[in-house]
């Protein structure tokens, strides 16, 4: 049997699989994330370690484990001193505090966009470390160690300082083409490569559980830890989207794009990520940072409610364009395509008039209009789009496939199983101890496609109403810089 553990932003979940990839156990814990300033995001590292400790015990089958990999939420800066202790609370992907780190890093002479082949954002891992430099300075001198989330838990099961391609990508310092830390970079920020875990493809054995943690949980000794990736680069793996022309759409509390190819190609525009797959190739993903996230703010934390089921069902009832009413889900800043932190979730054209219904679909629509400025630069680079492969939470919602359907004008594929990062995790696991040759191998296996939704008579009114959502933005986004 084969162990999935993926690290998200509010829970961890591991999922038991035996040697044909079906489900035996799944398990889940909470976390919290601390929200400060307005748009700062922290979590404590410590909180995902002891609900991944919790977790395991858990598990019934344990001893028949004989491999574990990881999936986790990205771009998370974990920083350890020289006796491996967590310095501070761990700056998560959300976070937006380090605008003017960007500019710095976006205008200095080392031209990180051409070294990484992306633009450096506010999200990524190093404007973090050099709002650290600049902020926290005697936390800075203390840095032994920089590490991605999910490696703070392999590097707690294994004792081994280790990451991958994929995740990595995400941090701004790696040579994405070449797949090797710069030199330059690391020299402009004044770290040691030995501060750097290394670097693995994402379905390689880096060791075997301590056996300290192997005792104390029942494990046996000889189970592999395989380092996994990046949750939305194990995420297409665990929808199967790990060829070209199959698309990957992630509906969780971001929403992401994401298409395969053989070789590193970027757009030249640097509007979206280029990055590396778990599959040992490379990937384009587009991301819009609150898609489950801001229909979850509208109906739990507006609505203080979490019947999820009858805000869609009512919906469902409003007609295409919920009555003139547009939504820019902008709740956390926005990166694909506009890369602008001060951006905020916006209604446009609210009346007397309007329902609560016609919100909750403005929502659903206005993210759904977001993941299509995603893929309008995919097809623009001639990206080949054969199959569109849905996951995430707002997966289980039908009127939110149909509108993706509709606003795509492409069929919306489901899969045999939702459970998308946990279960790629568990898949590269399988792969790492040799049970499938190759990732692709595996998923062919493994992922089956189950039900299509079309395109229906909708699609042509929501071709006039993308084009009045696009004009949204240009026109307010002066306005974002002064509220904040």
């Known amino acids: 049997m084969y162990l ?12 038991l699989v035996d040697n044909d990839g079906e489900i035996i156990e799944s398990v889940s814990k909470d976390y919290p994330v601390s929200y400060l300033n307005g748009n700062w995001a922290e979590q404590n590292p410590m909180d995902w370690w002891n609900a ?22 990205m771009h998370g800066l974990v920083i350890l001193d020289n006796e491996d202790k967590v310095i501070r609370p761990a700056i998560i992907w959300c976070d937006q505090r380090t605008v003017a780190e960007c500019k710095e890093l976006n205008s ?9 082949g992306n633009e450096v954002l506010t999200g990524f891992t190093l ?38 391609y994929s995740d990595a990508s995400g941090m701004s310092i790696m040579n994405i083409k070449k797949k090797q830390w710069s030199k330059k970079i690391l020299n402009l920020m004044e770290i040691k490569c030995e501060n750097l875990p290394s670097l693995y493809e994402s379905f390689e ?34 929808v199967g989207a790990v060829k070209e022309g199959i698309l990957s ?35 384009q993903m ?39 009413l547009f939504f820019l ?38 993210v759904s209009f977001a993941l299509m400025d995603t893929l309008s630069l995919l097809k623009d680079m001639n990206i080949p789009i054969d199959s569109i492969r849905i996951s995430g939470g707002g997966s289980k919602s039908e009127l939110w496939k149909q509108i993706l359907a509709d606003i795509f004008g492409h069929e919306i594929v489901s899969i045999n199983s939702s459970e998308g990062p946990a279960l790629g995790a568990a898949i590269l696991a399988m792969v790492g101890c040799k049970e499938f040759s190759n990732v692709e191998k595996a998923c062919e296996v493994i992922i089956k496609e189950t039900n299509r939704v079309k395109p229906s008579k909708n699609r042509e009114i929501y071709k006039t109403l993308y084009s009045k959502y696009k004009k949204i933005y240009p026109l307010i986004k002066d306005v974002y810089k002064v509220i904040r």
């Open 108 to 116: 200095h002479s080392i031209d990180i966009k051409e070294i990484t």
């Open 286 to 324: 587009g991301v819009t940072l609150s898609a489950s996230g801001a229909l979850k703010w509208w109906v739990e934390g507006v609505n203080k409610e979490k019947n999820y089921e009858k805000y869609t069902l009512d919906a469902s009832k409003v007609k295409p364009g919920s009555n003139n």
């Open 205 to 238: 054995v880096i060791g075997k559980v301590k056996n300290d943690i192997a005792n104390k949980l029942g494990l046996p000794n000889s189970i592999k830890i395989i380092i996994g990736g990046g949750d939305q680069a194990v995420g297409a793996v665990g």
């Open 127 to 164: 404007p973090k470390l050099l709002w650290i430099k600049n902020n926290e300075i005697e936390n800075f001198k203390k840095i032994s160690k920089i590490m991605l989330p999910k490696d703070f838990i392999a590097y707690k099961l294994s004792g081994v300082f280790a990451t991958d």
């Open 4 to 15: 999935g553990i993926d690290l998200g932003t509010s829970a961890i979940k591991l999922l």
């Open 249 to 283: 759409v992630a509906l969780g509390t971001s929403g992401v794009v994401f298409a395969c190819s053989d070789i590193f190609i970027r757009d030249e525009k640097f509007r979206l990520h280029s990055f590396c797959h778990s599959n040992g190739k490379y990937h």
């Open 329 to 366: 889900p902008y709740l956390m800043g926005e990166r694909t395509p506009h890369n602008d932190p001060d951006a905020r979730g916006t209604f446009i054209g609210i009346t007397p008039t309007h329902t609560k219904a016609d919100m909750t679909r403005s929502i659903i629509e206005g």
């Open 52 to 73: 991944c400790y919790d977790g395991l015990k858990e598990i019934k089958n344990k001893n028949k484990i004989k491999g574990i990999s990881f999936s986790g939420q």
